[in-house]
Structures are given as C-alpha cells and as structure tokens.
C-alpha cells in the first residue's frame, strides 16, 4: 500500500464511493503530516499502478480519451496527470498526448519546462491539425498540449462544438490522451470535457477533501452517465516509521 495515496479501484461496479478496501463509506480522510506539500512528479510505482487498473488492462478494451479532475484545488491532479501520462506512454510504447484543459489554474507547461504560445485555446479558436498544437516533452511517444492563451473567457470554449472535433482529432493521432480539468467543485469544466472521453478518475486530498462534497460530486457524474474509473487520495500518511514502512 503506498504511503501517499490510495486508489479506490472499480468504483463503478461498487457503486458506492469509497467503497474500497481500505476507506470506510463515509471517507474519513487521514491526517496530514506537518511537512504537508507533494513532489513534483507523483512516485513512479503509484503512477504504474493506476496505469496498469485503468489503461493496460489486458482483456478489456482500455478508454481512449480519459480526464482527471480534482474534487477541490491544490488536490495535486496536475502532477498526478504528468506521472500518469509519463508511465503511460514508456510502458505501453504507445503515443500519448497530455492536454491542459484546466483554464482556471494552467500548471502543465511550468512541470514540462515547455513554452504555452500555443495550446488548447488556440485550437479550438483556430485553423489547422490539432498536432501543430501539440509539443513533444522530454519522455518518449508523449506530448503536451498546453492550455495556450489564455482570456476571461476561454473557459466557455469547452463548451464549444469545437471541442468535440478536436478530441476527434486526438482520438485519430494518439492512442492515449489525457485530460488535466479545473476542480469539481468550483466549476464545470471537467464535466463539459468527460461527457466527450471515456470516463474521470477522481482526485481527492488527505484530511481536505470532505466527504460531503465528494459524494455531492459522485452522484453528479453519475447523473449525466459519466464513468467513475477510479479515484485517488493523494497525500495519504500512514502513522508508522518510513524504515518499517519499507519492510511491508
């Protein structure tokens, strides 16, 4: 079990959020330790392991087009999306394409070190293939689309019609494409995009996110048919010495 986060897998067929192994019915979230704070790039063995429940299934045919989305800011969904994206695209040596569809607080570019002149903004405002917008990081078969400029406006452009062709478009360049979309809670955005994809992972944060509001944001995605493909507590502690930790 890592120390950091849980993964409340098959959320769907429970049909009950944190129905998982290891959180009760009522998400009960841990404490914080005091450090508080998240590395930059989640841990590769929690990366691969959400990689493996949700994209590598073997006999199952594995959702094309997926968003994450935090229940609240500062949940760490951004980096959680970057790792995911990462291992991805070295384990199944397939393209993968990481777009910045969160407007509200862009995080993207900054992880990658890559510039945000163009993006996803300027696709869904202009001409051209969607891959003319799209920048190959430093990881092999993955690439990044930023958000690109940004106006007080450009959060209704996921609402567009636009949008749908482009995710299209992806659809047809990359085998993969993750979503990184503004927090449930505060807005609407991640919803507008997952009703286009295959389904939302959930991201949750330890002794933050309140119950209350991630059963408020469940029952939504359920209500529009959305697939809850798995969840995550991020920051999760465990109150044992990390050597002891190590041993388990």
Known sequence: MSKHFELMQQMEQKKAFGSATTADPEFVPPRRPAS???????ANDEALRLVQQIFLVQSLEPPRIVVFAGIDHQSGCSQICASVAETLAKNSRRPVCLVEANFRSPALSELFGTPNQRGLTDALLKEGPITSFAEPVAQENLWLISSGSLAVDSPSLLASDNLKERLAELREEFDFVIIDAPPLTQYSDAVAVAQL?????????ADTTR???????TANLRSVNIPILAAVLNKRTFPIPENIYKRL
């Open 36 to 42: 508080g704070g998240s590395s930059t790039r989640w």
């Open 197 to 205: 994809g295959s389904g939302i992972v959930l991201i949750l944060e």
């Open 211 to 217: 119950r209350e509001s991630a059963a408020v944001v």
